[in-house]
């Protein structure tokens, strides 16, 4: 065993003991996984892959059963993960391209400002996907609005997502590594130079696209939109993990004598999917079993720096994912060819997009030795609620109108309480209704299958009501035969959409 390993696990048994009052309000850590499914991991019954790091926090901490993303997609979770309030409130609030605006301006409360009024140094590493500046980014000059202007103190992250334009880090306010005698300009109308592209040259590709994705060539991979410029300031997606993880744990090492809320957003396991040389036989599933291997990775290098700087004991670390898991996303990387017997949504129907189940329901482990009692929780949780829970836990203050659709779970999340929501919305092409162990999905138009993902989305022209106390898997409708429930939750549906 070695040294670190030793360390985590000895640190990670305190949570055996009975709770005691911190020396100061804790360090709070969000590691928020891409695309990782409910049975992704090792800790949720995976078999094919092995996550060590999350089953050691997952056994050191309470996993959750029933918790939830508010919505299939990114961008939706993490704006309502970081406002606390439902992204289906805000147009804007879909999948963004890589140039969008900010979709969080400044003077809005998020996590972020509430903990770094509270006394906090603040920190976001990784995926972004939130929106930059005011629609008009000059990639080359100062960029803003963006995590600085919304209560972040540092800032290093991609500006949307491993398959978009532009493949940079944005660091603080600037291009990190940027050439100004080699500008960048950034498209998603149309080309902005005679440079090859995927869809023209696949030839030059060391991962063909399978849909979309047949664009602007970085590294040997084809995106979403088109990028000129900026040689040198291009990421490596082999060692975009140990950029960001690096980028982390030094987070970490530098405000380790105060408070602090890191929030790590990992790049693993989205598309594209190209894990660094050194986890290429971590599975037998190819890429994305490999990502799963480096994500956990991650996971390790940022709680044994923790217990490194000995504040282990003192830090409530959160592991989640933005969505559930997609398979074939884009790229041929043999995800579906190697899947074999994994499941990555574990016993649950549908996954990213769909308004079943597994479209909203993640991982989600609470670990904070001392305070929080290793076990198991089916408390139905939601990630919207994250902003006042933790302001409860950090000692944080919300003002009036702050967080608006956010509900106070910080008992259930510390387990001190196995009463977590009475109802929470999941938002895909369709709102879904969750209420205890019912769920409702409302008659909706367009399709039933994704054509590129092979996945349910859930669409029926037919109201959808299931017990999953009894039928997790979301096979047996059973609205005609609980008329009375469907029509209580399509009226307490429409009283949460009008902001009731």
Same mark, same amino acid.
């Given at each position: ?28 850590? #969000? ?22 790091? #999350?089953?050691?926090?997952? *056994? ?27 992204? %289906?409130?805000?147009?804007? *609030? ?10 969080? !301006? ?37 960029? !803003? ?10 800032? %290093? ?23 100004? /005698? ?9 080309? /902005? ?37 900026? !040689? ?14 690096? @980028?982390?744990?030094? +987070? ?8 602090? %809320? ?18 290429? *036989? ?78 909203? @329901?993640?991982? +989600? #482990? ?5 305070? #929080? ?29 702050? *967080? ?28 879904? /209704? ?10 909706? !138009?367009?399709? @039933? ?52």
């Amino acid at each position: 065993m070695k040294r670190r390993d030793f360390l985590f696990t000895g640190l990670s048994l305190s949570g055996q003991t009975l709770p005691g009052p911190a020396t100061r309000p804790p360090n709070i850590v #969000i590691l928020y996984a891409d695309d990782l499914g409910y049975g992704d991991s090792s800790a949720y019954g995976a078999t094919r892959v092995r996550t060590p790091h #999350i089953d050691r926090l997952a *056994a050191g901490g309470l996993r959750f059963t029933d918790a939830h993303t508010t919505a299939a997609t990114c961008t939706p979770s993490r704006y309502s993960l970081l406002t606390g309030e439902y992204a %289906f409130r805000i147009p804007k *609030a879909k999948v963004l391209p890589g140039d969008a605006p900010a979709l969080i !301006q400044p003077g809005r409360v998020t996590l972020a400002s509430m903990l770094k009024d509270a006394g906090y140094r603040t920190g976001v590493v990784g995926k972004w996907h939130l929106g930059l500046g005011d629609g008009q980014v000059n990639w080359n000059a100062d960029i !803003q609005p963006g995590p600085l202007e919304i209560g972040f103190d540092e800032s %290093f992250i991609l500006p949307a997502t491993g398959d978009r334009v532009p493949c940079v880090y944005v660091d603080g306010h600037r291009v990190a590594n940027l050439d100004p /005698l080699d500008p960048i300009a950034v498209s998603y109308q149309g080309p /902005l130079d005679d440079q090859p592209t995927g869809k023209a040259h696949p030839e030059l590709l060391k991962m063909k696209p399978s849909h979309g994705h047949d664009m602007t060539i970085v590294n040997g991979i084809s995106r979403i939109g088109y990028m000129k410029g900026g !040689q040198r300031a291009r990421w490596n997606d082999e060692t975009m993990a140990d950029v960001l993880t690096r @980028r982390a744990t030094s +987070f970490i090492g530098a405000h380790r004598a105060r408070p602090f %809320f890191l929030y790590f957003a990992t790049h693993d396991i989205h598309v594209p999917r190209v894990p660094h040389p050194r986890f290429a *036989a971590a599975t037998a599933m190819g890429p994305r079993g490999n990502a799963i291997a480096e994500l956990d990775w991650c996971v390790g290098e940022i709680v044994n720096a923790l217990a490194r700087h000995r504040l282990l004991d003192n830090t409530l670390i959160l592991l989640s994912s933005d969505n559930g898991a997609v398979v074939d996303d884009g790229y041929q990387d043999d995800a579906l060819a190697k899947l074999g017997a994994h499941r990555p949504n574990g016993p649950l129907r549908g996954g990213k997009y769909s308004a079943f189940e597994a479209g909203t @329901r993640v991982p +989600f #482990i609470a670990h904070w030795p001392g305070h #929080i009692r290793p076990g198991v929780s089916d408390a139905l949780m939601s990630q919207v609620d994250m902003l006042r829970s933790l302001a409860t836990v950090a000692g944080g203050k919300l003002p009036p109108g702050a *967080a608006p659709d956010s509900e106070d779970h910080s008992a259930a999340l510390l387990g001190q309480s196995p009463q977590g929501r009475t109802a929470l919305v999941e938002q895909s092409n369709v709102l879904a /209704l969750r209420m205890g162990s019912w769920k409702y999905i409302p008659p909706s !138009q367009g399709v @039933r299958l994704n054509p590129n993902t092979n996945i349910e989305l859930g669409a029926s022209s037919e109201p959808q009501l299931y017990n999953l106390a009894t039928d997790l898997g979301e096979t047996r409708n059973l609205a005609e035969q609980h008329l009375d429930r469907v029509r209580e939750m399509t009226a307490k549906l429409a009283k949460i959409r009008t902001g009731g």
